[in-house]
Nanobody
Framework: QVNLVESGGGSVQSGGSLRLSCVVS????????MGWFRQAPGKEREGVAV???????NYADSVKGRVTISQDNAKSAVYLQMDSLKPEDTAMYYC????????????????WGQGTQVTVSS
C-alpha cells in the first residue's frame, strides 16, 4: 500500500518561505513522477510542481522562480521549497505520485497524501 505523508505547512507573512516535505512508503517502482498540487477554497486543484525519477522538473507559471521541487531517494522524500510567498499561494498542498516515466503538472496522478495547509497573510 502506497502512503504519502506531507508536513511543513503553516502560516507565514507575504514574502516569507516554507519548505514542504512528503515522505513516501510502500512505493517500489523505479520509474515514477512525484508532484505537489494545491487547492484553495472555492477553486479547482492545480499542479504546482512535478519531478520525475530522472530529476526533470515542471512548474506552474504562477510559481516559477519562487518554488523549487527536489527529491531525496535515500529518504523516499520529495520537497517543495517555496520562497517569496504571496497571499494567493494560500491553499491546501498535496503530495502525489504516479508510475510513469515522464510527467508534467497536468498529468494524472494516482496516489495522494492528505495535504498540508499553507496560509500566507498580507
Amino acid at each position: 500500500q502506497v502512503n504519502l505523508v506531507e508536513s511543513g505547512g503553516g502560516s507565514v507573512q507575504s514574502g516569507g518561505s516554507l519548505r514542504l516535505s512528503c515522505v513516501v512508503s510502500g512505493y517500489t517502482y523505479s520509474r515514477y513522477c512525484m508532484g505537489w498540487f494545491r487547492q484553495a477554497p472555492g477553486k479547482e486543484r492545480e499542479g504546482v510542481a512535478v519531478i520525475d525519477s530522472d530529476g526533470s522538473t515542471n512548474y506552474a507559471d504562477s510559481v516559477k522562480g519562487r518554488v523549487t521541487i527536489s527529491q531525496d531517494n535515500a529518504k523516499s522524500a520529495v520537497y517543495l521549497q517555496m520562497d517569496s510567498l504571496k497571499p494567493e499561494d494560500t491553499a491546501m498542498y498535496y503530495c502525489a505520485a504516479v508510475t510513469i516515466a515522464a510527467c508534467n503538472i497536468r498529468s494524472d496522478f494516482r496516489y495522494w497524501g492528505q495535504g498540508t495547509q499553507v496560509t500566507v497573510s498580507s
